[in-house]
C-alpha cells in the first residue's frame, strides 16, 4: 500500500542552521509529493509540492527534489528562521484521480534565537 | 478571502451525544476531504467528496457520516460520540482539473473536539 515515513521529532536548531527533516514513501506508480507546514494553532498550508521525478519543489527557501530511485522527498533550507518554528508533514497523492493525500506523522521544528 | 472555513471551532461532547461538523468553502473547488489529527499519527482520511451528491469512504470512516448536498459544503456526522473520537479535524479542497492528485489542498483552521 501507500505510506510516507517522515523521521522522528522534535528537531530543534540554532537560528541560521542548515535544516534537514526525511521523509521516504512507499507507493504504486507516479504519486505527487507535498510538504505542507502547519503553524502553532492553524490548518495546514501548502509549503512545495513535486509531480513527476526528478521535479525540484521550492518556496521560501525550502527546497525538496522527488528521487523516485531512492523514493524520497527531504526537505532541505539552507538557514532556519525562529519563524519556521512549526510542524511539517510529507505527504503523497496517488496516481488515482482522487486526490487523496497520505501523510506522514509531521516533524515538529523549533528554531532558537 | 475566505478560503475553508470549519464549524465549530471548539466543541465539548459527552459520550453518545451526536453533532455535526460543518465545512464551507468559496473556491469553487469540486473535491473536498475530513481529516483527522492525532498526535504522532498525522492526518487521517476520514472521508472525502468528488462532487456534489457523492461521498466516499477514505482510511478511518468507522463512526462518522458525510453529505455533500451543496458543492461548497462539506458535512461530517458523529451519530454516536466516542472518547475515541477526541481529535482536531481538519477539512479541505481540492481542484479536480489538470489531474487531482497534483492539485494542492486547502485546509480549514480545524475544530478541536473533545469527548467526555
Known amino acids: 500500500g501507500n505510506s510516507v515515513t517522515q523521521m522522528e521529532g522534535p528537531v530543534t536548531l540554532s537560528e541560521e542552521a542548515f535544516l534537514t527533516i526525511n521523509c521516504t514513501y512507499t507507493a504504486t506508480g507516479y504519486p505527487s509529493l507535498f510538504w505542507y507546514v502547519q503553524y502553532p494553532g492553524e490548518g495546514l498550508q501548502l509549503l512545495l509540492k513535486?509531480?513527476?521525478?526528478?521535479d525540484k519543489g521550492s518556496n521560501k527557501g525550502f527546497e525538496a527534489t522527488y528521487r523516485k530511485e531512492t523514493t524520497s522527498f527531504h526537505l532541505e533550507k539552507g538557514s532556519v528562521q525562529v519563524s519556521d518554528s512549526a510542524v511539517y508533514f510529507c505527504?503523497?497523492?496517488?496516481?488515482?484521480?482522487?486526490?487523496?493525500?497520505?501523510f506522514g506523522q509531521g516533524t515538529t521544528l523549533q528554531v532558537k534565537p | 478571502n475566505a478560503g475553508v472555513t470549519q464549524t465549530p471551532k471548539f466543541r465539548v461532547l459527552k459520550t453518545g451525544q451526536s453533532m455535526t461538523l460543518l465545512c464551507a468553502q468559496d473556491m469553487n473547488h469540486e473535491y473536498m476531504y475530513w481529516y483527522r489529527q492525532d498526535p504522532g499519527m498525522g492526518l487521517r482520511l476520514i472521508h472525502y467528496?468528488?462532487?456534489?451528491?457523492?461521498?466516499a469512504k477514505g482510511e478511518v470512516p468507522d463512526g462518522y457520516n458525510v453529505s455533500r448536498l451543496k458543492k461548497q459544503n462539506f458535512l461530517l456526522g458523529l451519530e454516536s460520540a466516542a472518547p475515541s473520537q477526541t481529535s482536531v479535524y481538519f477539512c479541505a479542497s481540492s481542484y479536480s482539473n489538470q489531474g487531482a492528485s497534483r492539485q494542492p489542498q486547502h485546509f480549514g483552521d480545524g475544530t478541536r473536539l473533545s469527548i467526555l
Open positions: 505527504a503523497l497523492s496517488p496516481s488515482s484521480n482522487t486526490g487523496k493525500l497520505i
Open positions: 513535486a509531480t513527476k521525478a526528478d
Open positions: 467528496s468528488v462532487g456534489e451528491g457523492t461521498t
